[in-house]
């Protein structure tokens, strides 16, 4: 039983639940609605708790019955049924998208003829790729309104309707000396919108889930004695259960760095540090690396060193200063972020070494990057 918040001495019922698995949503005929039947929202914390239920507004609810919620795999598009917004009969179906700026949801759009009739429609889903749905109908009915003779029909989703399409991303996380699982911490960013969708402060040896196509993801893994991990990827391609996007993550840990302190440190690169063209500005988007780097140190007593690096576009002068400009803003970032000053510094070497070739823009990309070495422990 999920307990008093979410059931009510009323009618609670047609659940849906995120793919995160912390957010519900389901209808219910509680006193305090707009109508009949509404449309709730939960949420669960870090201790699995879930919250007191939220009417999901005026917006989406009205006066009359909203029933049926589906919420997306991409986790903002919702479809429902609903007797009281403009449609062709009984209950239709409608879609709304919550804006992730704002937290508010759209005005909802009646899917409309022919998946919309003068009966009664319902209970609709939506497959992860975004086009092909299900959902039951009376239209095989001889009698209006009738609700007792429903048919499961499948179509596919006029574009307008179509949900974010997701795929599935599988990782395991290993320790780079044995290759063995270990249990670590993880947090994905979405690189365009600066959105944390997943921060898991519990140890798991890996993840399965998935993530909206056609963005990038910066993806940072937290594990106490163990060097920072930092990693982005691109989501192109809608890919099946059976063949996920995969990724293996290697660890280091932290006592290697200082076995090989009389030798040459190894460098990590943030791969989600971004600047402005041709400046020193961080954009918004290097934000959640700059947190996560802080974390790290908290969590780790060493020092390190803040490193700028550039492509040989330009002068060497330039792109010395420039460098030295960049690792200083995340030595800036860091400090503002709590870490205190006496375990980081910075220094910038423009061009002057390159780790691939600049004669292609991928390669000059390569080179463009800023970087950390430990100096002590």
């Known amino acids: 039983n999920m307990g008093k918040y979410i059931n009510s001495p009323t009618w609670d019922a047609q659940p849906s639940l995120t793919v995160d698995g912390k957010t519900l949503y389901f209808s219910s005929k509680r006193k305090g609605g707009y109508g009949g039947t509404d449309i709730y929202v939960t949420r669960r914390n870090l201790k699995g708790q879930w919250s007191k239920p939220e009417n999901l507004g005026p917006t989406v609810n009205t ?91 499948t179509f596919q989703l006029p574009e307008f309707a179509r949900a974010t399409p997701v795929t599935y991303v599988k990782a395991k996380i290993k320790d780079a000396d044995t290759n063995e699982p270990i249990l670590a911490q993880f947090k994905i960013v979405d690189n365009k919108t600066n959105r944390i969708l997943h921060d898991v402060n519990k140890d798991v040896k890996g993840f399965f889930l998935s993530l909206p196509v056609g963005t990038s993801y910066s993806l940072n893994i937290n594990k106490e004695g163990y060097n920072f991990y930092s990693e982005s990827f691109n989501l192109d391609t809608v890919r099946s259960l059976s063949e996920p996007y995969e990724m293996e993550v290697l660890l280091q840990p932290l006592k290697e760095e200082v076995e090989v302190m009389k030798q040459e440190p190894k460098a990590v690169v943030l791969k989600n540090i971004f600047f402005e063209t041709g400046s020193a500005e961080l954009l918004e988007s290097s934000i959640p690396e700059i947190q996560a780097l802080s974390d790290f140190l908290k969590s780790n007593d060493v020092k390190i060193r803040i490193q700028g690096h550039t492509d040989d576009v330009g002068s060497e002068s330039d792109n010395l200063k420039l460098s030295e400009e960049r690792a200083k803003s995340v030595y800036n970032a860091l400090v503002n972020h709590g870490t205190v000053s006496s375990r980081i510094s910075y220094i910038g070497f423009g061009e002057s070494q390159p780790i691939t070739e600049n004669d292609t823009e991928e390669g000059r990309a390569k080179n463009r990057r800023t970087e950390f070495i430990i100096l002590s422990q």
Not at 73 to 93: E, I, P, R, W
């Open 63 to 153: 006066k009359n019955d909203e029933e049926s919620p589906f919420i997306h795999a991409d986790g903002q598009t919702l479809y429902f049924m609903s007797k009281g917004h403009v449609g062709m009969g009984d209950f239709d179906l409608f879609f709304t998208h919550l804006d992730p700026v704002s937290e508010e949801w759209s005005e909802p759009k009646n899917l409309g003829y022919p998946i919309n009739s003068e009966k009664n429609e319902g209970a609709l889903t939506v497959s992860p790729d975004g086009h092909t749905a299900y959902f039951t109908s009376a239209q095989g009915s001889d009698t209006l309104y009738e609700r007792e003779n429903l048919d499961i029909f």
